[in-house]
Nanobody, 121 residues
Framework: QVQLVESGGGLVQPGGSLRLSCAAS????????MDWYRQAPGNQRDLVAR???????NYADSVQGRFTISRDNGKNTVYLQMNSLKPEDTAVYYC???????????????WGQGTQVTVSS
């Protein structure tokens, strides 16, 4: 009943930029932290950036200063602006969110389906 849909991935040259979006829809009471993860072939899924429901952010060291996470609470959407992209940023990017679906429910983690980002010349 809750769906997260990512968009904005694609192929970009080194040094280029992309903006990912992830929109949550369905039976949503409230959304807590929202995250972006990424997973390259043969690797584990790693946290890239997190933003709390009141806007506090943190980033993996590898993207600090190049990526910016933001959210629009009115649209239940989280964004990831990626600048100065490097070949090692190539991965499938997933969004994750802590979502409450009922007045007295505890938050559950929901994941998007992933969007491919490829950085190559």
């Amino acid at each position: 009943q809750v769906q997260l849909v990512e968009s904005g991935g694609g192929l970009v040259q080194p040094g280029g930029s992309l903006r990912l979006s992830c929109a949550a829809s369905g039976s949503i009471r409230s959304i807590g932290a929202m995250d972006w993860y990424r997973q390259a072939p043969g690797n584990q899924r790693d946290l890239v950036a997190r933003i709390t429901n009141n806007g506090v952010t943190n980033y993996a060291d590898s993207v600090q200063g190049r990526f910016t996470i933001s959210r629009d609470n009115g649209k239940n959407t989280v964004y990831l602006q990626m600048n100065s992209l490097k070949p090692e940023d190539t991965a499938v990017y997933y969004c994750r969110a802590d979502i409450r679906t009922g007045r007295f429910s505890t938050p559950s983690a929901y994941w998007g389906q992933g969007t491919q980002v490829t950085v190559s010349s």
